[in-house]
């Protein structure tokens, strides 16, 4: 067995640096491709080698599944061979999430964010069949997102393990915390971890993901780059030095309220997005937000 820990970027199947891309907004709340194209280049431009679209950053419990298939559609051809794209197509109804992975894959995504079906907390037997379920709709590779704190209900370990056998079932979005978990599987399966909590991105990396699926990187994806590249090279020096540089932009990003709330705002303060429109029940970061996070995002050094 391999460690995905040391194996060579080309054989990865989303790369490192992924970002969990927000969906673009025009002020009527309508969906802004355009914004979403340039949005997309932009993070490619900046290290990218994978986008997550139609994530929870990405609003997806907001919009619908016709705009979820324009979005790939659009991003694909912003961005090309240049970057994967990784579609999230997670429902709590198996049916449902069947029928969002084919539409994805026909749109033009390379991979499947299936996410663990939230608030009907499914028992571990039932994560199994709906993982396997929608593993076998398509021919795209699949990473399940572990997320206990929003889905209710964590894929625990053995239950990782046991998936791990399906030859789509190939990375997890780990947002779980659970580093000594975590260890477990990667020493017994061919998984790809990818961190799915900025806070824990080092952490992540030292135990053996092989990246990050990051909501920080819209506004600090050169740092990350750096970051992971310093791991895989040993300097673990250099990566303490980048990751506690960072800490105030992930704290401002992702404590201060909503993640999306926050990015979207930190993009309109870069000239990125010119709109931080998001859809209701989300709202726009008050005026007190936005100043919380131009000073947070001066002492980690991302704007100027």
């Known amino acids: 067995m391999s460690s995905p820990a040391s194996s060579p970027a080309r054989a990865l199947p989303f790369g490192r640096l992924t970002t969990a ?56 051809e912003a961005v090309g061979d ?35 079906p939230y608030y009907n907390k499914p028992p571990q037997e039932g994560l199994r069949a709906h993982f396997t379920a929608v593993a076998d709709a398509t021919g795209l590779p699949n990473m399940l997102y572990d997320i206990p704190s929003r889905s209710g209900v964590e894929i625990k370990t053995d239950t990782l393990i046991a998936l791990a056998e399906h030859a789509r079932i190939v990375a997890v979005k780990d947002a779980k915390g659970d580093l000594a978990g975590t260890t477990k599987v990667l020493a017994n399966t061919d998984l790809f971890y990818y961190c799915g909590a900025d ?75 010119e709109h931080a429109t998001l859809r209701s029940p989300l709202v726009e970061a008050t005026a007190e937000q ?12 991302l704007i100027a």
């Open 199 to 273: 806070e824990l991105n080092l952490a992540s990396l030292a135990v053996g993901a092989v990246g990050i699926a990051s909501v920080v990187a819209h506004v600090a994806s050169p740092e990350y780059r750096q970051l992971i590249d310093a791991v895989v090279a040993g300097d673990l020096a250099t990566a303490q030095e980048i990751d506690r540089r960072l800490v105030p932009a992930v704290e401002t990003i992702m404590t201060r309220t909503q993640g999306a709330i926050m990015v979207k705002a930190a993009l309109k303060l870069a000239g990125v997005i």
């Open 21 to 76: 891309m927000v969906t673009p907004f025009r002020p009527d709340g309508s969906l802004d491709l355009d914004a979403a194209q340039k949005l997309a280049g932009y993070l490619v431009d900046r290290g990218n080698d994978a986008l997550v679209l139609n994530g929870t950053t990405g609003e997806a419990p907001t919009t619908s599944d016709q705009e979820k298939v324009q979005l790939i559609a659009a991003v694909k």
């Open 290 to 301: 936005v100043d919380w996070l131009t000073t947070d995002l001066k002492t980690a050094g």
């Open 82 to 116: 240049r970057a994967k794209l990784v579609a999230g197509v997670g429902t709590n109804d198996t049916a449902h999430t069947i029928e969002c992975a084919k539409q994805a894959e026909t749109a033009g995504a390379d991979g499947l964010l299936v996410v663990t």
